[in-house]
């Protein structure tokens, strides 16, 4: 189990480089198997989730090789062979990912395992979402106790599906299984973040034909093959937030290069409410502290072209620095804010509450879930030692200890690096005061 010893209280200044977003370099690489040619996917990061994914893909024949300096990675499927269910298990406990397998290689190969899934503990997410769409396509699903196996005798044929939530996995789950379906399928409900969007432009240089209507509703023609791509990966939206959540709470400056406007709107227009200053350039966005006292905001968390889930946790940290006070609402995941506890400890002014507060209600609502978070301030963070509890909320807690005074210690920082890339490089290059044991 890794460490951070932290002597907090100096601003983060500086630069830093993202690659392309974790929530979509894994998705591409799993379509990389429905192309019947290699593929190249540029600007992968080099983190674990990266990795697990790389690794599952090599068990089912899968080569991959991947650039350390430029970030690029090729793939080639051309012998797609099934895995051990022993070695897929093995290898897949840290992720949910292999969820996602399940209609590449009902195409390819008829069948497909999926162990249990692990991931962070931030709520429910059941994976009857994509069961439920496998067998709109008509897979057959068979629990077994070492997992699930899937199989598709008939093959997967187009299906009309309407998701109750619009779902980023389930979205990403038709995608995957729709565009070499026999006919064609229709998915309301749909999710339709910047990630998405990618998704279906990288299928599409692959040779599938999809449309993306206003309402949510995305249609696929199936066809009969795709070819590999070649694609730059969008950035990485929720690393861009969290670096600019650091700068803001540590009164810093840090230049985010690769971070573009369009994407991070609904963040840039929460930051600059709070009392955070950005510059927009055409290599990246500077966010810093201006000196001036930051304000409360109300925060209420949804699908695109909302909120983000994943923004609210670095940002919470900020919160604790401003004056008044602050109401965050969670209604994409229904258990984000156990982070908080470790903030308490430090000091902070938080308060969860069942309610849904500060917002509309939400399907949390009424249901005991703690979904709402009050955070008063401002209030001076205190050292303290702390055990990361997941990736967005490990990345929080290092963010509070650099605020901090004193010398913190963050253990368990490994889970960091499931979605940042050369996390504790990038500390160093912007000056943090830290020690690190691997």
């Not at 992968?44 to 991959?64: K, M």
């Not at 439920?132 to 299906?159: H, M, N, Q, W």
């Not at 946790?313 to 258990?335: D, F, K, R």
């Amino acid at each position: 189990m890794s460490q951070i010893t932290i002597r907090g209280g100096k601003p983060l200044v500086g630069r830093i480089e993202l690659k392309g977003a974790k929530n979509l370099v894994t998705k591409a690489m799993v379509a990389a198997l429905l192309g019947e040619t290699p593929s190249v996917l540029k600007d992968v990061p080099f983190i674990s989730d990266v990795e697990v994914v790389a690794r599952l893909l090599q068990l089912h024949g899968v080569s991959i090789s991947h650039d350390p300096v430029t970030g690029d990675m090729q793939l080639d499927p051309s012998n797609v062979e099934q895995a051990r269910m022993v070695d897929i298990d093995a290898h897949a406990g840290s992720s949910r990912i292999p969820i996602l397998f399940c209609g590449p290689l009902l195409h390819r190969l008829g069948e497909a395992f999926i162990p249990g899934l692990g991931g962070c503990e931030i709520g429910d997410r059941p994976v009857d979402f994509h069961f439920d769409v496998l067998r709109s396509f008509g897979a057959v699903i068979e629990k077994l106790p070492t997992g699930t196996r899937l199989s598709a005798p008939d093959g997967l044929r187009g299906a009309k599906i309407s998701l109750p939530y619009p779902s980023v996995g389930a979205t990403e789950q038709v995608l995957l299984s729709a565009c070499i379906a026999e006919g064609k399928t229709e998915l309301s409900g749909a999710a339709i973040e910047p990630e998405i969007i990618d998704l279906i432009s990288i299928l599409q240089k692959m040779g599938a034909i999809i449309s993306v209507d206003t309402d949510r509703v995305i249609r696929i023609e199936g066809v009969k093959r795709l070819e590999g791509f070649t694609h730059s990966a969008l950035f990485d939206r929720n690393e861009a937030a969290s670096w600019a959540a650091a700068a803001l709470a540590t009164g810093g400056d840090i230049f985010v290069g690769g971070a573009r406007q369009v994407e991070m709107m609904t963040f840039l227009n929460v930051f600059r409410k709070v009392g955070g200053a950005f510059e927009i350039h055409p290599d990246g966005i500077r966010f810093y502290h201006p000196g001036t006292e930051l304000q409360s905001v109300v925060i209420e968390t949804d699908v695109h072209p909302g909120f983000m889930t994943d923004w609210q946790q670095p940002l919470v940290v900020a919160l604790t620095q401003a004056q008044g006070l602050s109401i965050v609402h969670e209604t994409v995941y229904e258990n984000r804010f156990g982070f908080t506890e470790a903030l308490r400890q430090m000091g902070a002014q938080i308060q969860i509450y069942k309610e849904c507060l500060g917002g509309h209600p939400c399907r949390f609502g009424q249901r005991n879930y703690n979904h709402s978070a009050v955070i008063s301030g401002p209030v001076e963070l205190k050292a303290a030692d702390i055990r990361v509890p997941d990736l967005r909320g490990g990345f929080s807690h290092v963010v509070a200890a650099l605020a901090a005074k004193g010398t913190s210690k963050v253990t368990n920082v490994q889970l960091i690096s499931r979605g940042y890339e050369h996390f504790i490089e990038k500390l160093e290059s912007l000056g943090a005061d830290f020690e690190f044991e691997a």
